[in-house]
């Protein structure tokens, strides 16, 4: 039998052995205050720990358990997949029959490149991008996040923002030289850019919708104007849709907005729980990927067997059931208001955002836009709610600057179990 230590002396040791004592920083709970919960399992809606504690579920591992943990027919692909091996490193149906499921389901993608995370897909894709212009600069957004990649920890969002480092050392001045940044949601600064550095944009890059600042929905005409921005100057769009693809619908953001980009990243949700990322786009860029182009992207375990019959079996589940994102809509809605009741009956005007089944609660009364406004929030309520949601037996995700991220099996009985965790954690906010 296992040995059951707890999440205190685990984190304790997990910190002589690991820089942080985790492998992904926001998971550290530094935003919050207090250390982080090390889980033992999860079944459905619900979070187990090693401590003997459950809870509501809506990390959902960041987005990719979009069906809710232990949907059993990912757990039966990947079965069979290990009993053939886990990993030949030689071409496989289940990646022809994946990309094929991709390039239906996504409507601006006629092929694809798997990869192993989404940092690997946005990387990639600037590279090819830089390639097939012959450009060197790309263009992305304040508070968007690509990942770990260098060309992106220029001002990025996310883990960073919430540690107020906003560069990482080790980058170097020529890749920051290379990156220019705007703010969300301002077309005008775009094509300022454009302008101060004619000809030598390769790509724009953006989160759709952004979920790394917390969520951020694009402005009316936005993505229709960089669209037309990038077609003007012979820019590639890049859609970021790691965390929107195949959430807010089948054929993510962009299927939703009606804007196609040129490239898209995908990852999470594509793995179905296992490590993958995607990156895709029209034939005509995307020949020039290696083997077929000379651009040069590879990788040992791409398109590994166990993780492609899972991204199969989550794709091809949600490409064959029609009502799923109206379901996850209508829960979503229905949470919305019910933490909008709730803020009203403890007296306070704080700013929700909301698409599909991402949800923001920002603790400011300022209307969300951009990342500015999104750190008008006052992050130390922030961080007292997490706790006093925790208390409260709902896991969400510990950083202001994060979204909720829902699963089908959160049903209207457990919708109203967060709603009223929600209120009880409000009231028993003090200074609120
Ligand atoms: C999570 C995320 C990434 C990075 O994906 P990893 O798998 O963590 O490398 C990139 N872009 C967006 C929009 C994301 O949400």
């Given at each position: 039998?296992?040995?059951?230590?707890?999440?205190?002396?685990?984190?304790?040791?997990?910190?002589?052995?690991?820089?942080?004592?985790?492998?992904?920083?926001?998971?550290?709970?530094?935003?919050?205050?207090?250390?982080?919960?090390?889980?033992?399992?999860?079944?459905?809606?619900?979070?187990?720990?090693?401590?003997?504690?459950?809870?509501?579920?809506?990390?959902?591992?960041?987005?990719?358990?979009?069906?809710?943990?232990?949907?059993?027919?990912?757990?039966?692909?990947?079965?069979?997949?290990?009993?053939?091996?886990?990993?030949?490193?030689?071409?496989?149906?289940?990646?022809?029959?994946?990309?094929?499921?991709?390039?239906?389901?996504?409507?601006?993608?006629?092929k694809?490149r798997?990869v192993?995370?989404?940092?690997e897909?946005?990387m990639s894709a600037i590279r090819l991008a830089r390639g097939f212009t012959k450009k060197?600069?790309?263009?992305?957004?304040?508070?968007?996040?690509?990942?770990?990649?260098?060309?992106?920890?220029?001002?990025?969002?996310?883990?960073?923002?919430?540690?107020?480092?906003?560069?990482?050392?080790?980058?170097?001045?020529?890749?920051?030289?290379?990156?220019?940044?705007?703010?969300?949601?301002?077309?005008?600064?775009?094509?300022?850019?454009?302008?101060?550095?004619?000809?030598?944009?390769a790509a724009?890059?953006?989160?759709?919708?952004?979920?790394?600042?917390?969520?951020?929905?694009?402005?009316?005409?936005?993505?229709?104007?960089?669209?037309?921005?990038?077609?003007?100057?012979?820019?590639i769009?890049?859609?970021?849709?790691?965390?929107?693809?195949?959430?807010?619908?089948?054929?993510?953001?962009?299927?939703?907005?009606?804007?196609?980009?040129?490239l898209?990243?995908?990852?999470?949700?594509?793995?179905?729980?296992?490590?993958?990322?995607?990156y895709g786009g029209?034939?005509e860029i995307m020949d020039w990927v290696s083997p077929a182009g000379p651009v040069y992207q590879a990788?040992?375990?791409?398109?590994?067997?166990?993780?492609?019959?899972?991204?199969?079996?989550?794709?091809?589940?949600?490409?064959?059931?029609?009502?799923?994102?109206?379901?996850?809509?209508?829960?979503?809605?229905?949470?919305?208001?019910?933490?909008?009741?709730?803020?009203?009956?403890?007296?306070?005007?704080?700013?929700?955002?909301?698409?599909?089944?991402?949800?923001?609660?920002?603790?400011?009364?300022?209307?969300?836009?951009?990342?500015?406004?999104?750190?008008?929030?006052?992050?130390?309520?922030?961080?007292?709610?997490?706790?006093?949601?925790?208390?409260?037996?709902?896991?969400?995700?510990?950083?202001?600057?994060?979204?909720?991220?829902?699963?089908?099996?959160?049903?209207?009985?457990?919708?109203?179990?967060?709603?009223?965790?929600?209120?009880?954690?409000?009231?028993?906010?003090?200074?609120?």
């Open positions: 039998m296992l040995i059951k230590e707890n999440s205190k002396s685990l984190f304790q040791k997990a910190q002589q052995l690991i820089p942080g004592g985790v492998n992904s920083p926001v998971r550290a709970f530094r935003a919050v205050g207090g250390e982080p919960l090390f889980i033992e399992s999860a079944k459905g809606a619900y979070l187990f720990d090693v401590d003997g504690n459950s809870y509501i579920e809506l990390i959902n591992s960041w987005g990719p358990m979009i069906l809710g943990h232990g949907n059993e027919a990912i757990e039966q692909a990947v079965i069979e997949a290990l009993r053939k091996s886990p990993s030949f490193g030689a071409p496989t149906e289940a990646e022809v029959n994946v990309a094929e499921l991709i390039v239906e389901m996504v409507p601006s993608i006629e694809v798997m192993n995370s989404g940092t897909a946005t060197n600069k790309i263009i992305k957004f304040e508070g968007c996040y690509h990942g770990h990649g260098d060309s992106f920890l220029i001002a990025a969002g996310s883990g960073v923002a919430t540690m107020g480092t906003p560069d990482s050392p080790g980058v170097t001045k020529g890749t920051a030289n290379d990156t220019l940044t705007a703010p969300y949601n301002n077309l005008e600064a775009v094509e300022a850019l454009i302008q101060k550095n004619k000809d030598q944009i724009v890059i953006i989160e759709p919708v952004a979920g790394n600042m917390g969520c951020v929905l694009p402005q009316e005409g936005y993505l229709q104007g960089l669209r037309s921005l990038c077609d003007s100057h012979g820019i769009l890049i859609f970021d849709e790691v965390m929107t693809g195949f959430r807010l619908a089948k054929g993510g953001a962009q299927e939703l907005f009606g804007v196609m980009p040129d898209t990243t995908l990852g999470k949700i594509i793995g179905g729980g296992m490590p993958v990322g995607a029209r034939k990788g040992t375990l791409s398109g590994n067997p166990i993780a492609m019959s899972a991204g199969f079996t989550m794709l091809n589940h949600l490409n064959s059931h029609e009502g799923i994102y109206s379901q996850l809509d209508k829960i979503s809605e229905r949470i919305f208001h019910g933490f909008q009741a709730n803020l009203k009956a403890v007296s306070k005007n704080y700013t929700m955002n909301r698409i599909g089944s991402m949800i923001s609660l920002f603790f400011t009364e300022n209307k969300v836009t951009d990342f500015e406004s999104a750190k008008t929030s006052d992050t130390e309520l922030f961080g007292k709610y997490f706790n006093a949601m925790l208390e409260n037996g709902v896991y969400i995700a510990p950083s202001q600057f994060e979204t909720l991220f829902l699963s089908t099996a959160i049903d209207e009985k457990i919708a109203d179990l967060i709603i009223t965790a929600n209120l009880t954690a409000l009231k028993s906010i003090d200074g609120l």
